[in-house]
């Protein structure tokens, strides 16, 4: 192995397999000579695995042709791997097999939810005239996907009891940006955006938010977590004056709280002259049960992809519709569906509107994620009311079984009934040496997605698990049975196992501070392509 290899695995970023000559192993029996443990492969970067003159495939040779690129013509080869089918379909094949989600285990992450995505939704998804859709094509000939968009807005609106919805926002945080915006421009239709600068932010809501505000030349104040990890409405009110914009509360809130005095929180912001804006990334505990304008709410993003079992993770594509209030509607930003004298029409420009029109405009190029909106809509019409009513309360009651479950042997942050996740601290870990982080990587050794760490911020060693109410008893218990004996073996004086987890991993636990600091984030190849064609 080479020096630079050597040092690129020693910054957090190995590639190349470990052989026996430099792989310390505390395993029983024979070392690994390949790098390969069990049936588990030890997989390098494709570059490292290309061979010069080797192909899979016969391409004819380019015909000669005069050159129009003058001198920024490349000089020499641009490094692309030689493989053989063979060598690139297991490649590909092993990289696949290295993805846990959701559909290989539990995914116990609190507050960001990893929702079984039924199999109908992607059938429905793919169907022949809704998959190829494309956004370009004239309106005439996709009424029926407008039709169905329609569907999914009337449905949003029912659940939540909002005046509209923006199906555009592509993700939670694009949605809190759309929501805020609309808050921003009323704020200016009634000549107050220079006075009300100030956005009120609880310490237990999600962290995107103060960004959020911020973003939009907001002035965050905080407003600390409780002793019971709520909002404290006597705080939210001693804070009101009339430079506040609004609020921006999760709800239920990341400590997997209900936020008991909501409604006498949104009335006091109103009666000051601001707005609500309710991150609504948890809806998933009280949907079908609480519509969030019976509770005072003026804007609320959803993540299609936590409540209503769209894909998620990966890097998306998420979905993040906004409900907004009567007070909001008319500053919704563009395009929406309406209805026209020949079908379904798309409202796409200001012009379109009227004179006086106040939406902001545009938040991305087209219209939102049609795979998405379908995805959603059939969770929905499969579920009926009964069957979100149900999913709601399972979340919460798998939630509450957890905490139940696990609170003799770890530290629950707050007693009580929980909604959908329950939320632990490391308290139960101190005086064995282990950390929140041990304990996580421990979980990877045992099978199991480590559950949110650190956060919410306002609890030390935070551990969020959220187990969605798709899961059965029986995968339930054995992640209790895990955790309990987890537990148990800290407090048995097992830190040393802790520390040295992950064991059963294709790589050990990394430098986190080197990755962080020092990321390699591009392969280079021992011999640069230049010095190799010479």
């Not at 016969?58 to 030689?82: H, M, N, T």
């Amino acid at each position: 192995m080479s020096e630079s290899t050597k040092a690129m695995n020693s910054q957090g970023r190995p590639s190349r397999p470990q052989l026996v000559e430099d792989t310390a192993s505390n395993d029983v029996g024979l070392p690994s000579f390949s790098g390969h443990k069990g049936l588990v492969f030890d997989e390098p970067l494709i570059f490292e695995m290309g061979r010069e003159g080797r192909t899979g495939v016969d391409l004819p040779e380019v015909p000669k042709v005069e050159s129009r690129l003058g001198s920024v013509a490349k000089r020499q080869g641009i490094g692309l791997p030689g493989l053989s089918e063979p060598q690139v379909v297991r490649h590909y094949t092993r990289l696949s097999q290295k993805n846990y989600a959701i559909d290989t285990g539990f995914y116990p992450l609190g507050s960001c939810t990893m929702k079984h995505n039924p199999r109908l939704n992607e059938k429905m998804a793919r169907m022949p005239g809704l998959g190829d859709l494309h956004p370009l094509q004239p309106v005439s000939t996709v009424q029926g996907a407008l039709d169905m968009i329609a569907l999914l807005a009337y449905w949003l609106k029912q659940l939540t009891g909002m005046a509209t919805v923006a199906l555009s926002p592509a993700a939670g945080a694009h949605g809190e940006l759309c929501g805020m915006m609309a808050i921003k421009a009323a704020l200016e239709a009634r000549g107050e955006a220079d006075k009300r600068k100030r956005v009120l932010v609880p310490e237990s809501a999600h962290g995107t938010n103060p960004a959020t505000a911020a973003s939009l030349g907001f002035v965050v104040d905080p407003i600390p977590a409780a002793e019971d990890g709520k909002v404290d409405l006597a705080t939210v009110v001693e804070k009101l004056g009339d430079d506040v914009a609004g609020i921006m509360l999760t709800n239920p809130n990341t400590c997997g709280l209900f936020e008991r005095d909501i409604k006498a929180i949104a009335d006091a912001i109103h009666e000051a002259g601001g707005y609500f804006y309710c991150d609504g990334a948890n809806f998933n505990a009280i949907v079908g049960r609480v519509r969030p304008a019976d509770l005072g709410v003026d804007a609320m993003h959803i993540n299609l992809h936590k409540t209503f079992s769209t894909p998620h993770g990966g890097g998306g594509p998420g979905s993040g519709p906004v409900v907004l209030s009567e007070a909001l509607a008319p500053y919704a930003p563009l395009p929406h569906v309406a209805d026209g004298d020949t079908g379904v029409v798309l409202v796409e420009n200001k012009s379109d509107v009227d004179a006086t029109g106040t939406e902001f405009g545009r938040m991305k190029a087209f219209h939102g994620q049609m795979g998405m909106f379908i995805r959603a809509l059939a969770y929905m019409l499969s579920h009926g009311a009964d069957g979100l009513w149900d999913a709601s309360g399972d979340a919460v009651l798998n939630a509450n079984y957890v905490r139940a479950r696990l609170e003799d042997v770890m530290t629950v942050s707050y007693p009580g009934i929980c909604m959908h996740e329950a939320l632990f601290d490391e308290r139960f870990l101190k005086g064995t040496g282990v950390s929140t982080l041990d304990f996580a990587k421990a979980m990877i050794d045992q099978g199991c997605h480590p559950m949110t760490m650190y956060f919410p911020l306002v609890v030390h060693g935070a551990m969020l698990i959220e187990p969605t109410e798709s899961e059965a008893k029986e995968t339930m218990d054995e992640f209790v049975g895990m955790m309990r004996g987890l537990a148990q073996a800290a407090k048995s004086g097992e830190g040393d196992a802790f520390a040295a987890a992950p064991l059963h991993t294709p790589r050990r636990r990394m430098d986190e501070t080197q990755a962080a600091r020092k990321p390699v984030l591009r392969w280079k190849p021992e011999v640069p392509p230049a010095v190799a064609a010479e």
